[in-house]
């Protein structure tokens, strides 16, 4: 049995094409840099997330200092906001790292910066750490929070607010 020349081409094009996508889905894990988001932050009650010991330390406006440029903030996702964010906004300095514990009270939730790669989701009885490291802005700049998974016919409006202020206007009580 003979295979004709267009056969022999199609088939190599066809073995190319499948090594490119196992070479993209390579670097897109390996080389990018993209990890998953471990369990680290553990668990809690979705009926009382406010009392675990995170909500209680850093749920607040301001980034709470944890060391030396180092901050943490606690948000509490629910249908449709974040608290803090919705309505007032999270206040972190820049060239910072913050640590963002962010948990659910009802359903499954998004948690989203735009303009970055900050990207988690926040389950109910879950707790969601990430960290977040903020550059240097000229002035204070907000970044905003969205919800990328529906949670309800109020998805659309569910968003908050990541104010980076400068150094020099910085004071966490604010």
Not at 26 to 47: H, R
Not at 78 to 90: M, S
Not at 117 to 140: A, C, H, K, L, R
Not at 144 to 154: D, K, N, Q, R, T
Request: net charge negative; with cysteine.
């Amino acid at each position: 049995m003979e295979i004709h020349n267009y056969e022999k081409l199609w088939f190599g094009l066809s073995l190319l094409l499948i090594v490119a996508f196992i070479g993209t889905i390579t670097y897109g894990t390996v080389g990018a840099g993209v990890e998953m988001i471990s369990d680290d932050g553990g668990t809690v009650s979705p009926e009382n997330v406010t009392s675990s010991e995170e909500f209680e330390k850093y749920q607040q406006p301001n980034a709470t200092q944890t060391g030396d440029g180092e901050y943490a903030v606690a948000v509490q996702a629910l249908q449709f906001a974040y608290l803090p964010g919705t309505g007032q906004p999270i206040r972190v300095p820049e060239n910072s790292e913050v640590t963002f514990y962010i948990s659910s009270t009802d359903v499954t939730h998004g948690f989203s910066i735009a303009g970055t790669n900050v990207n988690t989701m926040v389950i109910p009885g879950q707790m969601s750490e990430i960290t977040v490291e903020f550059g240097e802005y000229d002035e204070p700049t907000d970044l905003g929070v969205i919800c990328h998974e529906f949670c309800g016919p109020g998805h659309e409006e569910m968003a908050g607010t990541i104010r980076v202020v400068p150094e020099d206007q910085w004071g966490g009580d604010q």
